[in-house]
């Protein structure tokens, strides 16, 4: 208990890799995954959220950063090893014929439910309170948050340290705090002893990997900065001037019209969805002195998994004899793999609400045989970013490819992207999709390898 205590305080509720591990381990204690773990899953109150003008929900926003991060000074007790400890105490004990590991995604998350397999994340989040830095000055950020870095990569020798700065998508939360992300190059012994303890005998260990990689200025030893990530900007505009950086900073009303971060020395792994395939080369020592396979599924992108795994889904209903035209499609962290299953959804999930999400969307649904019902839910971020998809445009994408019906869900039209209600709506919004179906049984790597030898070679992903 003062483990999972200690540990409570140095996680950030919103994060993926967080989410990733609440979800799998609700889902395989038999539970959905509602509000994101972190409150009430209410649409009343979700509604009342959304309600009030934008500048106080704005301000909501801000204030919840706050409250995410952690006092500078306390981030010296940041362990690990504690962090981990507490993500293998959320399963149960198995055994598990399949342990997932490896850089966090939707699509993976929906593939370990299927596989009945607790996911083990390479990368946390961590967060600082941060009130002295403009969310525009990249530099001054780097400057007053790398002794911090140093530090936290001082303390924990196993995990390279990234400060993650992106005014264009976290704007609210970098108002008030900082991010860094540890990411793990030896899996440690927690996650050892829980593969040791729980892992069936020649049990499979399953290795993701996202080798998408970003321009980062190292500050430490094994101590990144990272300016910008994936989202609706492209690596290039975070650094050079352009249109839609100005046209977005004026919005902001920023006494800048351009960034000035400093200059990358190399690329390094993406912060929050990169593979340090450092951690692979510990994996494969593991499970060579144990006695266990090790498979890799393999991928450019993050979102590159969704296709994949949802025609994995759709050929594993068709097995079944069970219906396979209902497509369920999530947005980041609001992911429920219990109700996409007992509803009998095929998932699809989108990295964030952008550009790029919107095309991948729309790419998957012109080349998938039609589905008759189509439900969208959007993760809402609190700013109207650059590249930021309105929800006119979604919905008009849905009423296109869905024969029978296209409609998002749990989601406040007027108020998205600032609806801070979203994450209160979601699950009761898939919870009443009107379909029911019995969990089916487990997939196990076997099928995984029948559905790739069958399905045409369409894929952006490797699965060896």
């Known amino acids: 208990m003062a483990i999972r205590a200690r540990a409570a305080r140095f996680l ?168 860094l992300r540890l990411k793990r190059l030896r899996l440690g012994r927690p996650y050892e002893r829980f593969l040791e303890r729980h892992l069936a005998p020649g049990g499979t260990i399953l290795q993701v990997e996202c080798v998408r990689d970003w321009g980062t200025r190292e500050v430490g030893q094994r101590a990144y900065f990272q300016f910008g990530c994936l989202g609706g900007l492209s690596e290039q505009e975070y650094h050079e001037p352009g249109g839609r950086v100005a046209s977005y900073l004026a919005q902001e009303d920023s006494p800048v019209r351009t960034w000035q971060p400093p200059e990358p020395d190399g690329r390094r792994p993406e912060a929050e969805w990169g593979w340090d395939p450092r951690l692979g080369h510990d994996i494969a020592h593991f499970a060579e002195r144990y006695g266990h396979p090790v498979r890799r599924l393999v991928s450019s992108e993050p979102q590159d998994h969704s296709p994949f795994v949802a025609d994995l889904h759709r050929w594993w209903y068709e097995r079944l004899g069970r219906p396979t035209d209902r497509l369920l499609v999530e947005s980041y962290v609001q992911w429920d793999p219990m109700w996409a299953l007992r509803t009998g959804s095929v998932p699809f999930w989108l990295r964030f609400n952008m550009e790029p999400d919107y095309e991948l969307l ?103």
């Open 12 to 179: 950030t509720d919103f994060d993926s890799s967080v989410n990733t591990v609440r979800a799998q381990a609700r889902f395989l204690h038999g539970k959905g995954h509602p509000a994101m773990a972190m409150g009430p899953s209410s649409r009343r109150l979700g509604d009342v959220a959304a309600s009030p003008p934008a500048r106080v929900r704005a301000a909501v926003y801000r204030a919840m950063g706050f409250t995410q991060g952690i006092p500078l000074h306390k981030a010296r007790h940041l362990d690990v090893d504690e962090l981990d400890e507490w993500a293998v105490r959320q399963y149960g004990k198995g055994p598990f014929p399949a342990v997932v590991i490896g850089s966090t995604s939707g699509g993976a998350l929906h593939l370990a439910a299927a596989l009945r397999a607790p996911f083990l994340p390479q990368t946390t989040l961590s967060a600082v309170r941060d009130l002295a830095t403009h969310a525009d000055d990249a530099a001054g950020a780097m400057a007053a948050l790398a002794p911090t870095a140093r530090l936290v990569a001082r303390n924990n020798p196993r995990v390279a340290v990234y400060h993650m700065h992106d005014p264009a998508q976290d704007r609210p939360m970098l108002e008030a705090m900082a991010y």
């Open 362 to 464: 729309r790419g998957y649904l012109e080349g998938a045989d039609p589905y008759e019902f189509i439900h969208l839910n959007l993760f809402s971020q609190g700013i109207v970013s650059p590249g930021v998809v309105p929800a006119r445009r979604w919905e008009d994408l849905l009423a296109r490819h869905a024969l029978t019906r296209g409609e998002l869900v749990g989601v406040d039209r007027d108020a998205y992207p600032m609806d801070l209600g979203s994450s209160m709506r979601y699950h009761r919004a898939v919870r009443a999709i009107p379909s029911r179906q019995p969990l089916p049984p487990a997939l196990d790597i076997d099928d995984v390898d029948r559905f790739v030898h069958e399905a045409p070679p369409r894929y952006h992903v490797a699965w060896h």
